[in-house]
């Protein structure tokens, strides 16, 4: 997000390597145990909502939905779960938080 140059380019490259990872335990399943979320949903979760901030504030896409649609539908579905839905912080905090950084 705050790398620049060549910097930037092995960053996108770890990224999409582990995105990969992710999207290959996720074919075929609503979430990482299933149809339910499970610990590794939880333990991963997080990433779902600071990600398209991070790419907002660094101007770049980390999970391209062509490359990537398992894992974005897992993020659609993990974001949009009833016990996750209203307990994240406002979007725009955030942009500003990752702004300021």
Request: hydrophobic share 45%; proline share 6%.
């Amino acid at each position: 997000m705050c790398s620049q140059g060549d910097e930037k380019e092995r960053a996108m490259k770890l990224s999409m390597e582990a995105i990969e990872k992710i999207e290959g335990e996720l074919k075929g399943n609503k979430f990482f145990a299933g149809e339910a979320i499970g610990y590794l949903d939880i333990a991963l979760g997080w990433t779902t909502y600071l990600l398209p901030v991070w790419d907002e504030v660094g101007s770049m896409t980390i999970v391209d939905p062509s490359k990537f649609p398992a894992t974005v539908a897992w993020m659609h579905n993990f974001l949009n779960h009833p016990v996750i839905k209203d307990k994240l912080p406002p979007r725009e905090k955030m942009i500003v938080y990752f702004r300021l950084a």
